[in-house]
């Protein structure tokens, strides 16, 4: 089998490893979107309603973007 663009030729991090960083990624993915979330729907009183919907919305669906960016970079340079 040929190995794809990008894959590190056996590279093997092990599954508790594996199992580890993803629960870890997981907790702070989680933190970061729905505590930053809830922060501007609870504390951005100067905005309406909707906006903070809006405004909160956009930082979650930022926030999942760029973890999944950094997932990435991470399996690029063989660090998960």
């Known amino acids: 089998m040929s190995q794809g ?36 729907l609870t504390k951005a009183t100067g905005l309406s309603r909707s906006v903070r919907e809006y405004v909160a919305s956009v930082v979650f669906l930022a926030v999942v973007f760029l973890l999944a960016w950094a997932l990435r970079r991470l399996q690029a340079h063989g660090l998960i």
């Open 5 to 40: 663009a990008g894959e590190v030729h056996g590279a093997s991090i092990g599954w508790l490893r594996a199992v580890l960083t993803g629960v870890i990624v997981l907790v702070i993915g989680l933190a970061a979107s729905v505590g930053v979330a809830n922060l501007i």
